[in-house]
């Protein structure tokens, strides 16, 4: 029989040593990669043959210092190529697939989480001390860099994906239904789907101002209006919810973070029409934490709930769900909310998220 011998002490702590020293490289190069996707350098870099950091900085309309000390830490990083006798630099094309818009999935967007986590660390410490939470208004990108990541798992699979999962959804837009999205952030899923499905009519709720007065300007300028955006407070849904308005709701990454999801599922429930369906995609964890160890982003998405998720809702009194609340968790409120019929799934491309399909 084989024997599994732990490591000795001595060796746990070189073997540990060294996976720190590496998440400090990988923290810093996610620093860098965030810089790089924010300020168009990967794009400037992307199919084009080697140059040197001037013609970079140029074609980029950035200063040749920073751009120049930026490429040393791709460099290092293994992002970029070098050429050291011509002092030029390019993108590997199978790196570009991965940190721009001509891949399937643009991975830069996620490396502002890093930076935009951090600027709260102050703010959060206090709350490890005192209590409370940090406040929505501490974060004035989060709408955006949500938006930029729905748009790489929402959005492209909206139609193909999602919508199917609850069969015979889509002939039904089509025919005209009354569609809500709670917590819609920029309402991107909406605007797509009023100006898919023109016989049906749209609205969408969220507490953040800046993400509606967005989705409002996108609307008016887009022509739809079949589409309507509102700032809501969705803490006492379960008493506000109009009984049966709905024929279709859904939450994308939107429970996890309220205030009072229990509250806001009841109202979900309540919103909806005899035959209608919720739709909800959530994070994909595990209730339990030693079951998340396999996770492949459980760390970063617990850092995300400690400095995000989770003390948002605790900023407003709220219950602190927190971005790994978990699929077993996320049943028991489905079903303690009043829906009978809750099916699972998950879908080829996002291994990030889990997809219900609820009826009353």
Partial sequence: MCQVHALTPAADAEAFEARLVNALNESGLMLLTAIGHRTGLFEALAGQPPRDSQALATAAGLDERYVREWLG??????VIDTDPEAGTYWLPKSHAELLTDRGE?????????????????DDVVRCFREGGGVPYSRYPRFQEVMASDSGQTVLPALFDAILPLAPGLIQRLEGGIRVLDCACGR???????????????FVGYDLSEEAIGWARAKARDAGLDNVTFEVRDLSDFDATATPGAFDLVTTFDGIHDQARPRHLLKGIHRSLAPEGVYLVQDIHASSHHHLDRDHPLGTMLYAVSVSHCMTVSLAQGGEGLGTMWGRERALAYLHEAGFKDVQVYQLEHDFQNDYFVCRP
């Fill in 73 to 78: 830490g791709m460099v290092v990083g293994g």
């Fill in 105 to 121: 999935a643009n991975l830069a967007v996620y490396a502002q989480f890093v930076s935009l986590l951090g600027s709260v660390e």
């Fill in 187 to 201: 309402g991107r899923a909406l605007l797509l789907m009023a100006e898919r499905f023109p016989a049906s009519r």
